[in-house]
T-cell receptor
Framework: GENVEQHPSTLSVQEGDSAVIKCTYSDSASNYFPWYKQELGKRPQLIIDIRSNVGEKKDQRIAVTLNKTAKHFSLHITETQPEDSAVYFC????????????FGSGTRLSIRP | DVKVTQSSRYLVKRTGEKVFLECVQD?????MFWYRQDPGLGLRLIYFSYDVKMKEKGDIPEGYSVSREKKERFSLILESASTNQTSMYLCASSPPRPHQETQYFGPGTRLLVL
C-alpha cells in the first residue's frame, strides 16, 4: 500500500525566511497530493494541493512542487510570519478513484521572531 | 460552510469499557473517515465509509469498529478500550467527485483510557 514519508519532523526558521518541507511517496499510481495545516488546538485544514499532471502550484506565499519521477513533493513557504507556526501534514491519495488519503507524520514549524 | 462536529472534545474511560465516538457532518458528504493522531505518527486511518452502511478498513482497524446507519453520521466504536487507545481521534468527511479529495475535519476527541 501507499506510504508517505515526511521530513523534517521539526523545523525552526527566522521570521521572514523561507521554510521547506519534503515528502516522498511509494505508490506510483498516486495522483493527488494535498497539504494540511494544523494550528495548535485546532483541526487540520487544507492549504494547498497539487495533482500529478502539474509540476508546481503557487498560492501567495506558499507553493508546492511535485517530481513524479522521483516520487517527491515539497511545500515551500516564503517570507514566513508568526501565523505560519503550526504542524504541517503532507498526504497522497492512493488508488484510482479511491477517497483514501495517506498522511505523512507531520512537521512542526516554529517561526522565531 | 462545511461543519463537522464530534460528540465530545474530551473523554475519560476505563480499560474494558465500550466507547462510542460520534461524528456528524451537515454537507451531505458521501465519504467519512476516522483517524487517530499521535505525536510523531501523523494521522493514521482507522476506518472509512463511502456510503451508508458501507465501511472499509484503514491502516489500523484492530480494536475498532464503525457504524454508518445514516449519511450524516459516522460512529467509531472501541469494543473494549485499552490504554494503548489513548489518543486524539479525528473525524473527517469529503464531498462526492470531482471534489472528493478535500477532507474537512472535526475538532477532535481527546480520549484517555485509564
Amino acid at each position: 500500500g501507499e506510504n508517505v514519508e515526511q521530513h523534517p519532523s521539526t523545523l525552526s526558521v527566522q521570521e521572514g525566511d523561507s521554510a521547506v518541507i519534503k515528502c516522498t511517496y511509494s505508490d506510483s499510481a498516486s495522483n493527488y497530493f494535498p497539504w494540511y495545516k494544523q494550528e495548535l488546538g485546532k483541526r487540520p485544514q487544507l492549504i494547498i494541493d497539487i495533482r500529478s499532471n502539474v509540476g508546481e502550484k503557487k498560492d501567495q506565499r506558499i507553493a508546492v512542487t511535485l517530481n513524479k519521477t522521483a516520487k517527491h513533493f515539497s511545500l515551500h513557504i516564503t517570507e514566513t510570519q508568526p501565523e505560519d507556526s503550526a504542524v504541517y501534514f503532507c498526504a497522497a491519495r492512493s488508488g484510482l478513484g479511491a477517497s483514501k488519503i495517506i498522511f505523512g507524520s507531520g512537521t512542526r514549524l516554529s517561526i522565531r521572531p | 460552510d462545511v461543519k463537522v462536529t464530534q460528540s465530545s472534545r474530551y473523554l475519560v474511560k476505563r480499560t474494558g469499557e465500550k466507547v462510542f465516538l460520534e461524528c456528524v457532518q451537515d454537507m451531505d458528504h458521501e465519504n467519512m473517515f476516522w483517524y487517530r493522531q499521535d505525536p510523531g505518527l501523523g494521522l493514521r486511518l482507522i476506518y472509512f465509509s463511502y456510503d451508508v452502511k458501507m465501511k472499509e478498513k484503514g491502516d489500523i482497524p484492530e480494536g475498532y469498529s464503525v457504524s454508518r446507519e445514516k449519511k450524516e453520521r459516522f460512529s467509531l466504536i472501541l469494543e473494549s478500550a485499552s490504554t494503548n487507545q489513548t489518543s486524539m481521534y479525528l473525524c473527517a468527511s469529503s464531498p462526492p467527485r470531482p471534489h472528493q479529495e478535500t477532507q474537512y475535519f472535526g475538532p477532535g476527541t481527546r480520549l484517555l483510557v485509564l
